[in-house]
């Protein structure tokens, strides 16, 4: 079956730029999750999604930073005016079931290479 | 001080040999251990999880002690096809709350022939 798909791949852009990085989770999946991984880095959680209710926004790192998720399926995250720090792959997971702490899965999509010049 | 600290390695590591990996963790709270694989430009994937009284899948044995706050990955018989970055993960929420994952830098593994 299709698993996460993320558009697109790769993206260069220019700083002071903005940015649409879009998300496909797996169908039916109700928890979505954008994730930023930097170069050597393990992959630092930026925000959460149940259905379409953004309940987590902890970690984006500034107010540049936005996603949604309007329908409850696709979602996409933006960034406006991008910096070179921007730089990065920016990952998108989903999960059968809302957080419960009993953990379920995160099944990982193949991420968006963002960089910005 | 990062909330999961691993050893970045490279660990190079005979075809054939035992390899243990290690990482701690900061948030006493946290309810669920994981490890990931992640291979060069690829997106990380669930190996196993972590329990406290350890666990086994195949070659690879996972151990959680939480008085240490301490995980660790052991690998036997190592395959070629095990080199690969393994990320320490921790979800340090307990419940009824967002799951977003807490992952260390990852442990670097290259088995050679």
């Known amino acids: 079956g299709a698993g996460v798909s993320q558009s697109p791949r790769y993206k260069v852009a220019k700083r002071g730029q903005d940015v649409a990085l879009r998300c496909d989770p797996i169908s039916g999946h109700v928890s979505l999750f954008w994730y930023q991984q930097a170069l050597g880095q393990g992959p630092e959680f930026l925000t959460y999604?149940?259905?379409?209710?953004?309940?987590?926004k902890s970690g984006l790192p500034s107010d540049r930073f936005f996603a949604e998720r309007p329908e409850g399926s696709v979602s996409t995250l933006k960034i406006q005016r991008t910096q070179q720090e921007d730089s990065a792959v920016y990952l998108c997971?989903?999960?059968?079931?809302?957080?419960?702490?009993?953990?379920?899965?995160?099944?990982f999509g193949p991420g968006t290479r963002l960089t910005v010049l | 001080r990062k909330e999961v600290e691993q050893d970045p390695g490279p660990f190079n590591v005979p075809e054939g040999a035992t390899v243990a990996f290690n990482c701690t963790y900061s948030?006493?709270?946290?309810?669920?251990f994981f490890w990931y694989r992640q291979d060069c430009r690829k997106e990380p994937k669930l190996l196993m999880s972590?329990?406290?009284s350890g666990n086994e899948d195949g070659r690879f044995t996972a151990q959680l002690n939480r008085a240490s706050q301490y995980i660790s990955l052991l690998i036997r018989d190592s395959k070629l096809s095990d080199s690969a970055t393994y990320l320490c993960v921790v979800n340090p929420h307990s419940g009824g709350g967002a799951d977003g994952l807490t992952f260390g830098k990852g442990t670097h593994l290259i088995i050679q022939p």
């Open positions: 999604f149940q259905n379409e209710a953004q309940l987590d």
């Open positions: 948030n006493s709270a946290s309810q669920s």
């Open positions: 997971a989903s999960s059968p079931l809302q957080g419960s702490g009993n953990y379920n899965e995160q099944f």
């Open positions: 972590v329990y406290s």
